[in-house]
């Protein structure tokens, strides 16, 4: 129980220590739907893009997400709390991928091979090239601009 405890920590740790770095920077992901065509992307630079390929958006380093015209729309925190414009909690991204609503409840999941899913199972799409280093950018790419319940 107490290794348990303790890897836990170390893991919050190096989540909120990588975060802090910008570690999502060298996630260059293709986001697809369920059919598999592209549906926009994340470069490594934090830039979100749309089915166009045109900037919607920025993953900067802290967690703050900007859309296309540099307005702070929300926030990714370091435990992955995500977090709207006026600071209310959304939802969260957990270790393991889950992704929970701002009720706690499951509203989907990105796998470690970068599936996403949502609440039931079914496959959402996926982002290709995906690691979990990426799971807070690819997390603020589903809440802010491809919500899990458009597709």
């Given amino acids: 129980m107490r ?3 303790l890897l836990s920590a170390i893991l919050a740790l190096a989540a909120l220590m990588a975060h802090e770095a910008g570690a999502y920077q060298g996630c260059s992901l293709t986001v697809r739907n369920g059919s598999g065509s592209s549906i926009g992307g994340i470069d490594s630079d934090g830039t979100f893009r749309g089915p ?3 900037s919607i958006g920025r993953f900067e380093d802290g967690g703050t ?3 296309a015209s540099g307005s702070s729309i929300g926030k990714v925190d370091p435990d992955g709390t995500i977090r709207n414009a ?7 991204v957990e270790q393991d991928g889950t992704l929970r ?6 509203i989907g999941r990105i796998e470690m091979d970068g599936t996403v899913r949502n609440s039931s199972g079914s496959s959402r799409g996926r982002f290709d090239g995906y690691f979990p280093a990426c799971r807070h950018i690819a997390a603020a790419y589903l809440f802010f ?3 899990l319940h458009t597709y």
């Fill in 52 to 54: 166009s390929g045109s």
């Fill in 101 to 106: 609503g701002s009720s706690g409840s499951s």
């Fill in 3 to 5: 290794s348990a405890t």
């Fill in 86 to 92: 006026s600071g209310s909690s959304i939802g969260r």
């Fill in 65 to 67: 997400v900007r859309n």
């Fill in 145 to 147: 601009f491809e919500p």
